[in-house]
């Protein structure tokens, strides 16, 4: 069982609204990702937990706050969005640990498509 | 991290072997390659991987060159189901402490498979 399940699958919410997105997996990893993915265009990294401490953040604005609160749940937070940050997001999770069989593979979500208005 | 160089579009006709090409002339010991395919509308799906000797599954064969610059992926007998845009990523598992496993996506190739 490689699933990663994303909810919501669809969020449209306003500039001033908080809202969040979630993501879970019982396949025991223990890194999980968030990336964006604009129209058209490639998935691009925003932040990565590695043992459910923050490891990566590319320079994200502080408008989108990521939360671990344990090795299979993974939460996005935003706040105060702009049209802009309207995308496709997607979590990710892989093993965390290298292995000859599986190589670290990341397995990814649906997603949850979020449109600011 | 190596980059990869895919072309941004190919045709294929259905029921027939669809060859996606990429090259990764810079790519270290220490790195794999990984192909993933997103359908329109859809997460990131993962096909295969591979580090130096030619790989196959259920889905896919994966044929690395020998001097391992360049990759493809072969769908050996392709359906309209495989229309997707194809990614080629390399990425070295020596993982750092705590650092998880950064996976930077290309442009990828669009492939449509023709009835």
């Known amino acids: 069982d490689t699933e990663v399940t994303q909810t919501p699958k669809h969020l449209v919410m306003g500039m001033t609204n908080k809202k969040s997105l979630k993501c879970e997996q019982h396949m025991g990893h223990r890194a999980m990702y968030w990336y964006k993915q604009k129209a058209k265009k490639p998935p691009e990294l925003m932040f990565v937990?590695?043992?459910?401490?923050?490891?990566i953040n590319e320079s994200v604005p502080s408008r989108f706050s990521p939360e671990c609160p344990n090795s299979s749940l993974l939460n996005l937070h935003l706040h105060a969005l702009q049209p802009e940050d309207s995308a496709l997001y997607l979590c990710a999770s892989s093993p965390g640990a290298a292995s000859r069989r599986w190589g670290n593979t990341i397995y990814f979500g649906e997603g949850s498509w979020l449109t600011v208005v | 991290d190596a980059k990869t160089t895919q072309p941004t579009s190919m045709d294929c006709a259905e029921g027939r072997a669809a060859n996606l090409p990429c090259n990764h002339s810079t790519i270290s010991g220490n790195e794999y390659v990984y192909w993933y395919r997103q359908i329109h509308s859809q997460g990131p799906q993962y096909i295969i991987h591979?580090?130096?000797n030619n790989e196959t599954n259920e889905m896919a064969s994966l044929i690395i060159t020998e001097d391992r610059k360049s990759s493809t992926l072969i769908l050996p007998h392709a359906t309209l189901r495989d229309t997707a845009v194809y990614y080629c990523i390399v990425r070295d598992l020596t993982l750092r402490a705590n650092t998880g496993n950064q996976f930077y996506f290309g442009t990828g190739t669009s492939l449509t498979v023709i009835p």
């Open positions: 937990y590695s043992y459910e401490k923050l490891s």
């Open positions: 591979g580090l130096k």
